[in-house]
């Protein structure tokens, strides 16, 4: 659904969807549509619009900076607040793309705590504000497995002898690399001291190399569920909260492997030049409140980024019989063996991987 746009309008109390070119925005937010924009949609964007009266364009992208780098170098700067992934955020800061965010903005706890003492340590940066902790895992659809032994390990991802037939991966060396080296016996606590070398970015694609006839390419978030439900591939990485919505709100038979689980965070910032700079200063300390990050997660299995909002998490929105907290990428059970995406490792090597790996794919 990338470069579809909605606008989204309170009148009257009401929200009404029009096409984003039927009037002019008071605030345009980019997000990685589906059921994560859905949550944000539901969470954020319906109450503040109650709050201040302004409209909101909801646009979706696939990621990377390269959208905001064109408009503010072009100074035709139209989006005006983008969730991105940390090491983007610290990238796209240090290049001098977004503005700066005074944290004194943000909201107090319930209780009176400081932002800067609520929120969890590392999701407060010069240019970017977290909103949720969210983990790419591989999944599958039990309900076509079920002459398997069920899969428990990042190694059986890669097994194609146990497990045959096609993977789904997503068409980025972030993640991909890192699941290589869990895969091929290295301990989660060495796998960036492994990939920054070039013995071990090599071991990487020589892993990769065993499945990579096997392996069906993804870009957006929503095509992980849709190529497990149509049975193009028998296992897929994803994104948690994509696997546990088509779960329980789509009814599908899936089941998430948390071995290996890559956890990372999402953020908030502003491309530099905004036109609705005020606005979206305003937006960013609204969704972020203690409040508004526990609304959300009761949408979506992604973590608030506060520790007030723990305690708030609720139930799904749509059953209250599941419990949200027990499907955070954090909860005990889910959180044995994960790795933390080194954002500072992606922030220093992206270019170069990137090429490396696109190299690799057109041999």
């Known amino acids: 659904m990338s470069g579809l746009t909605k606008k989204i309008i309170a009148i009257a109390g009401a929200s009404a969807f029009v096409s984003g070119a039927a009037m002019a925005a008071d605030l345009t937010v980019v997000s990685w549509g589906g059921a994560y924009t859905k949550s944000q949609v539901e969470a954020y964007h319906k109450p503040w619009m109650a709050k201040t009266g302004k409209a909101i364009v909801s646009e979706d992208y696939g990621g990377g900076i390269a959208e905001i780098k064109a408009q503010v170098e072009s100074g035709n700067v139209t989006w005006d607040v983008v969730d991105v992934e940390l090491s983007d955020a610290i990238r796209a ?10 944290h004194s903005i943000l909201p107090p706890a319930p209780d009176g705590t400081p932002a800067t003492e609520d929120f969890l340590p590392g999701t407060l940066h010069d240019c970017a504000v977290a909103n949720i902790v969210w983990s790419s895992v591989y999944a599958y659809d039990s309900s076509k497995t079920r002459n398997w032994n069920k899969p428990t390990t990042m190694a059986d991802f890669f097994n194609t002898k146990a497990f045959p037939g096609k993977r789904g991966m997503r068409k980025s060396p972030k993640v991909t690399m890192e699941f290589a080296l869990i895969a091929d016996g290295v301990p989660v606590s060495e796998v960036y001291d492994v990939l920054g070398t070039e013995e071990g970015v090599a071991r990487a694609f020589a892993k990769l190399d065993t499945i990579k ?3 069906v390419w993804w870009e957006a978030g929503a095509q992980p569920p849709q190529l497990l439900a149509d049975g193009e591939v028998v296992f897929s990485t994803a994104w948690n909260g994509r696997v546990f919505n088509a779960k329980n709100a789509e009814g599908q038979s899936f089941e998430m492997v948390w071995d290996g689980q890559i956890y990372d965070l999402d953020l908030w910032v502003i491309p530099k030049g905004s036109k609705n700079k ?19 997660a009761s949408w979506i299995s992604y973590g608030p980024a506060r520790a007030s909002s723990e305690a708030r998490i609720g139930t799904f929105h749509s059953d209250d019989s599941i419990k949200m907290a027990d499907h955070m990428p954090t909860a005990a059970a889910n ?7 080194d954002f500072e490792f992606w922030a220093d090597n992206a270019d170069q991987l990137n090429e490396r790996f696109n190299a690799w794919l057109s041999k």
């Open 93 to 102: 800061c240090d290049e001098g793309l977004l503005e700066p965010i005074d």
């Open 335 to 341: 959180f044995k063996n994960a790795l933390q995406n």
């Open 213 to 215: 006839d096997d392996v």
């Open 278 to 296: 005020e606005a979206a200063l305003d937006f960013v300390a609204f969704s972020t409140a203690t409040e508004q990050l526990a609304a959300q």
